[in-house]
């Protein structure tokens, strides 16, 4: 705003609140809008860490994990940034590798229900989570070890390298996260996920200004 014109036809203390208010206004959005941000991703990383180490989810059917919260939490985790001392190159391929079996086991459930049509809703919801499983295995260059059906061998390589995968049809086994010597974390790293997203600090509500 050109506060300029205001003093050609206001006084210049009301010029001056006028500013002050907008500055002010201004600030409260940049404030709320970051907090906002920060909560859905906070609250993403531990809802899928919850489904993928079982927490709170003992109990939970495949179709009810197969639902909209699933891809919208993921979608928030690849298009958020998160600091790095706490969510480390170790935390993302426990994640990763942990939310690939999972997929995998819904994979399945699709399958063995003949679910695999492409009007299907969860067989939708399915393959875009796989998709943005892909996508976070990328953003942070996670190393895959892949189990084709039709190779008997495993092949390794990491994701940047290799063309999107849409699906896991073509996989024998769920594709694993692996460190650069191509050696899996130890296999109840499902603890190290809990330890990270369990002491999260949930904001409180936010109060009226």
Do not use: G
């Amino acid at each position: 705003m050109n506060y300029f014109i205001l003093l050609s036809i206001l006084p210049q203390d009301i010029v001056y609140y006028i500013v002050k208010f907008i500055n002010h206004t201004n600030s409260k959005n940049i404030i709320y809008k970051y907090y906002q941000n920060t909560r859905k991703k906070l609250e993403s990383i531990k809802y899928i860490s919850d489904i993928i180490t079982s927490v709170n989810y003992i109990e939970y059917l495949n179709n009810e994990i197969l639902s909209n919260d699933l891809t919208d939490c993921l979608s928030i985790i690849y298009n958020s940034n998160y600091k790095r001392e706490k969510y480390n190159t170790e935390f993302w391929i426990a994640f990763t590798d942990l939310l690939s079996k999972k997929l995998m086991v819904l994979n399945n459930h699709i399958l063995i229900n003949h679910k695999n049509k492409k009007n299907d809703t969860e067989y939708i919801i399915l393959n875009n989570s796989i998709r943005l499983w892909f996508k976070i295995c990328v953003k942070h260059n996670i190393r895959l070890s892949l189990s084709f059906s039709k190779v008997e061998h495993y092949v390794y390589c990491f994701s940047r390298q290799i063309k999107e995968i849409k699906n896991f049809l073509k996989f024998l086994y769920p594709p694993r996260s692996v460190d650069n010597n191509n050696l899996f974390l130890n296999d109840d790293y499902s603890r190290f996920i809990i330890e990270n997203t369990t002491n999260l600090v949930f904001w409180h509500r936010w109060r009226s200004w």
